[in-house]
């Protein structure tokens, strides 16, 4: 019955994925790695049984608590971001668990992924999910994300899954020097998805292109 589930059928089903990976490949996406594992990680399980009808289309779909599972094409897009450049990273810290999808698209292709969720609904949900997969390489933390998890540091990469205003800056220094950090920042409507690349001196830029995230909040909720 567990194998049913993740398998999916109808709009679930595989045909329905391939659909997904080839519009992906049609708006840039091109790492054959990344694309495998949307695949391959069944979407339909981190939705509402409601939604999950829609679990395939290349759209954010709400999962409760005034947040939102990320589009397939963004969650590619930022996962390429943090990969590139072929050497497998060791350490990488996710900021903003979510219901777990980000995360278990990433999770096989580094590591030791450390994920933080504020919002402790969605941090119990995303357990059982990671679990269901047998992601053994994942630690997941109930707690506010904006100040990282320093006792881990430092990472290879940090990706961050909601949008600040201003890049916190303990996320900065909590990348080891040549790690990359992944961030959308900015207001509601004016949002850019940035990779800063940390150096011996100095922080890089780059623009990744326009985006829409929920907001990136401090503290921990309850509910």
């Not at 391959?40 to 395939?56: K, Q, T, W």
């Not at 994920?115 to 933390?141: D, F, S």
Request: include cysteine; proline fraction near 6%.
């Amino acid at each position: 019955m567990a194998d049913t589930r993740l398998a999916g059928i109808g709009m679930t089903s595989a045909r329905t994925r391939d659909r997904l990976v080839q519009r992906l490949c049609d708006q840039g996406i091109a790492d054959p790695v990344v694309l495998e594992r949307i695949r391959s990680v069944p979407r339909h399980i981190f939705v509402d049984e409601a939604l999950g009808s829609r679990a395939y289309e290349d759209t954010a779909l709400p999962i409760g608590f005034g947040q939102t599972i990320s589009q397939p094409y963004i969650v590619a897009r930022m996962t390429a971001a943090v990969l590139e450049g072929g050497a497998r990273l060791s350490k990488v810290l996710e900021v903003g668990t979510g219901c777990g999808y980000q995360t278990a698209v990433l999770a096989p292709l580094v590591m030791q992924l450390y994920t933080i969720e504020r919002i402790e609904p969605l941090y119990q949900r995303a357990r059982v999910r990671i679990h269901e997969l047998g992601l053994n390489n994942v630690r997941l933390r109930h707690g506010d994300g904006t100040v990282g998890w320093k006792s881990m540091a430092p990472f290879d990469a940090i990706l961050v899954a909601a949008a600040p205003q201003t890049v916190p800056e303990a996320l900065l220094q909590q990348l080891r020097v040549g790690g990359r950090l992944v961030v959308p920042v900015g207001p509601d409507g004016r949002q850019e998805l940035i990779r800063f690349t940390r150096r011996d001196n100095r922080v890089e830029r780059q623009s990744l292109g326009p985006v829409q995230f929920v907001p990136l909040l401090d503290g921990v909720a309850a509910s």
